[in-house]
């Protein structure tokens, strides 16, 4: 504590600190001198692409990738082509960007994972200077060509390739070039000389950025901040001009009194502060620039590489990991010798109280006075997670909770959430993990994305402990973890099948979220197909089995889960699959081991593919349901030799099945058919395709009666049915001559009330009336009341003594004009109670 300032040096009206992150593990021979390096933002991990220490035609260079401790994580000899720029994407894959405009990706442990190129132009002209950049939408790569063409990809997830247009009078490499991302599109500013350029998508503009020093010919070097919002340059006059990324507003400009161009420059600027700077590093020389004209030295032991930070910069040399960044506010405030801040106070009330002296409640009362013990614990909570020392962050936060005795509406979740923050930041930087975040990249980076760092790497156990930890909800943290972890084992093929599945079902056991389909297709695309097909005994919803199933060619095994799911739909994904894969007589003898299938296909045949049908009948000799099939067949032919023959088939196939009664019935529809077809060629009547009933009537309604009477014949129509049709039809023609032949013709089946009725329907009681004493005695007042014969009505029910007919009557009567009537069928009606 007594040196938390010692490292401090003042910058205009800032502080700026060095905090040594790790003594690197690494073993470096020759240090970083002659090798490529790229370091992944957010304390990610180093590439390093070293030249062989032979000069010899078979000496390869090596890709060595590091923690940002200096931990090996991979180590290979390179056999592609000469690399020409190395990056990370935001997901911590490596970029190798090659001379020939190809990009390979590796991720962290070295495994290759695809390639793409960078267009024929790159080919052709190869590559002067590349560079990897993040945007809004992900990684992407910027390519200067030896032809001096820009081409660019903004995001290498989904490839879009542009060039950009050409820099009039480029006839050389460009002195210095960086990539903007502003409005959500992404820019290249170029200088050549003392000319500055912006390409974008449609043009090359000539800019000038304002207040840039008259000395400088020619701009050398150009660094852009984190968040792309401020640029510098410097030049060859050795001035470093400060100012935003549009080229609108300058911020300062600074000489360094070095005109030699730097081997890096970079912004170092934490969020939200007022205090622009740049680091410029020459050779073993480190100078920190900001608004005043003085400036920060630094000497450098070893070759170093510069990482930008969103709140600070990483130096990466062959023996050290150091962070040099503004000291946070919050810290100023505290340890700045002399401060008077409430946090300061409250830290030395913390150190008297531990000392049992009563000055702690002299610090204590001169904070209360000013009511700024609130503001004293949140300086102190606030500074704890800017500090990297765990010993320095117990003592802030037990100075922050010493005064929260004395707050009785102070809100603790800043302090706990700090207290977790800091112990889940404590064990990822941990030199075994190798992962050196501040609080504010922290913050930045999200929870989530820490967790997914963690699984990339393999640290399943910390992140694991980290979810429970947070409590973070099962299904987004440890069931993702566990996940990783059981696709990265189905990869190890040291083992046999039998036991990783076994241990993964036992690891996973009854996890929340997780899909055992997303892992068995991890292990078929790794070669493990019986693998897949035991993980996938494990996963519950058929939905998933499946579709895998099918892509391992199990297809047998897929129609069972999907018969088994109960999902019909699935089913017929199956069959339609077996139908397109399978030669016709295996997809038939498979279906026929599957009742349901087969029982589904059918259904869907019938209404897709009727020949299909018929094929499925002929092999299970079925020959109810072929002659079922042939007889709906016929009713789809106009031709009536297609449609007799068809019927005929279907005779056959009834007399097969032993079905009389089907064969009859279709015989009966042949000898109807061909007699409608005689009528038709004899009367010109088109009556082909209607029912026997229907040609009856039709008969009778257009009036061929012998032709009907000849029908009901020799087809057997009941007498009543056919009675009911030519009574109808001789009404509905009012043909009521013939109508009355035909009742005395001989007697009705049906009686002679429905002759009343129809009569009547049609408006003609006259008629009616020759046939209400024909009626049955029981239909005789019903006939009366029709016509509209109230005595004839009364007489038929005075004389059957019926007191329900009487009672009809009476309902009909008026008692105006019916009272002769009504007093009659009330004697009747007495007469009949007495007795």
Known sequence: MAFVTANWNPLGEAFYRKIELYEMGWNLRDGLRDCLIAAAPYGGPIALLREPQRRSPSARPQLEIYSASGSSLASFAWKSGVVKHLGWTVCDDLLCIQEDGTVLIYDLFGSFKRHFSMGNEVVQNQVLEAKVFHSPYGTGVAIITGAFGVTLATNIDDLKLRRLPGVPGLHEAPSCWAVLTQDRQSKVLLAHGADLFILDNTACTAVTPPGLSPQATSIVSMAVSFSYKYLALFTDSGHVWMGSSNLKDKLSEVETKVRTPPKQMVWCRRPKSEQPSVVIMWDRHLLVAGKCKETISYHLDDDSVLVPELDGVRIISSTHHELLQE??????????????????????????????????????????????????????????????????????????????????????????????????????????????????????????VLIDRLVFRKLYPLAIEICRYLKIPEYQ?????????????????????????????????????????????????CGRTELAIKLLEFEPRSGEQVPLL??????????????????????????????????????????????????????????????????????????????????????????????????????????????????????????????????????????????????????????????????????????????????????????????????????????????????????????????????????????????????????????????????????????????????????????????
Not at 501 to 508: E, G, P
């Open 477 to 525: 943290g440890v069931s993702r973890v566990l996940k990783h972890w059981a696709c990265c084992k189905v990869q190890q093929k040291e083992e046999a099948d039998e036991v990783v599945a076994r241990a993964v079902s036992i690891k996973l056991g009854e996890a929340a979220g997780i899909s055992y389909s997303e892992i068995a297709t991890k292990a078929y695309e």
């Open 327 to 448: 000291v946070p506010g919050a810290c100023e405030e505290i340890f700045k010798i002399a401060s008077m801040a409430p946090g300061a106070l409250l830290l030395e009330a913390h150190k008297e109280y531990e000392k049992e002296s009563q000055k702690a409640d002299e610090y204590l009362r001169e904070i209360k006075e000013q009511s700024l013990l609130g503001e004293a614990v949140r300086q102190c909570v606030e500074a704890a997670g800017h500090e990297h020392e765990p010993e320095t962050q117990k003592t802030l936060l037990r100075a922050a909770s010493f005064g929260k005795c004395f707050l009785s509406n102070f809100p603790p979740d800043q302090f706990v959430s700090m207290c977790r923050d800091l112990r889940v930041l404590n064990a990822v930087r941990d030199y075994l993990v190798g992962i050196p975040l501040t609080h504010t990249q922290f913050r930045q980076m999200t929870l989530q």
């Open 550 to 835: 099918l892509k391992m060619k199990r297809s047998q095994l897929a129609l069972s889960k999907a018969i088994e799911s109960g999902d019909t739909d699935l089913v017929y994904t199956v069959v339609t699959y077996l139908k397109n894969e399978m030669n016709r007589g295996d997809f038939f003898m498979t279906l026929r081991n599957q009742p349901v299938a087969l029982s589904l296909y059918r259904q869907f045949c019938k209404h897709q593919e009727q020949n299909t049908l018929k094929d499925l009948f002929n092999q299970d000799d079925d020959h109810q349901e072929l002659g079922n099939f042939y007889v709906k067949a016929s009713y789809k032919e106009k031709r009536l030799e297609a449609r007799l023959s068809l019927l005929q088939s279907a005779v056959d196939e009834y007399n097969k099945a032993k079905n009389e009664f089907a064969a009859k019935a279709t015989e009966e529809e042949m000898r109807l058919l061909r007699f409608q077809k005689r009528l038709e060629d004899e009367k010109g009547e088109q009556l082909m395709g209607l029912s026997l009933q229907n040609t009856l009537q039709a008969l009778l309604t257009i009036g061929l009666h012998k032709q009907a009477e000849q029908l009901y014949k020799d087809f057997r129509v009941p007498d009543k049915r056919y009675w009911w049709l030519k009574l109808t039809a001789l009404a509905d023609k009012e043909d009521w001559e013939e109508l009355e032949k035909f009742a005395k013709s001989k007697k009705s089946p049906i009686g002679y009330l429905p002759f009343v009725e129809v009569c009547v329907k049609r408006h003609n009681k006259y008629e009616a009336k020759k046939y209400v004493s024909k009626v049955m005695p029981e239909q005789k007042v019903k006939a009366h009341l029709a016509v509209g014969d109230l005595e004839g009505a009364a007489d038929t029910a005075i004389e059957r003594r019926n007191e329900g007919e009487i009672s009809t009557v009476l309902s009909r009567c008026s008692a105006t004009t019916d009272r002769a009537v009504m007093e009659r069928l009330n004697r009747a009606r007495s007469a009949g109670a007495k007795k």
